[in-house]
């Protein structure tokens, strides 16, 4: 395998693309193919979330990225459905990973205040 992935980086690279892009999908089949938060169906702007905040613990031990979207497809295959991950648009992503809710929903409830200019200083 090593030699020929050698001889072959080009092949190499679109073969590992294609597998990333089959898992990808598989994924987003099995999670709805929507933004758990705020319905976003573009799938380019959907993310792989962990529910319990937790992914800094698949990074550090080295599980996280590519490897783990590959052994959750897999385990997806087998009809395997991990409610340890949801699909989140990278906005709603981002809210809930520095402000620690949606950004559509405030950490109280109900609809956020609209923002006035005068209120900014």
Known sequence: MKRWRAANPERFRAQQ???RQKN???????????????????????????VNGDGYVARRS????????????????????DDRYQL?????????AFAGYCH?????????PPLLLSEVK
């Open 17 to 19: 693309k294609a597998d």
């Open 24 to 50: 990808w999908m598989v994924i987003l089949v099995a999670y709805g193919a929507v933004c758990a938060c705020c319905g976003e169906d573009r799938r380019h702007f959907l993310t792989l979330d962990h």
């Open 62 to 81: 080295g599980q996280g990225g590519t490897g783990e979207r590959a052994a959750l497809a897999a385990r997806l295959r087998r009809g395997l459905v």
């Open 88 to 96: 989140l648009c990278y906005n709603c992503n981002c809210a809930r």
């Open 104 to 112: 559509g929903e405030p950490p109280g409830g109900g609809p956020l």
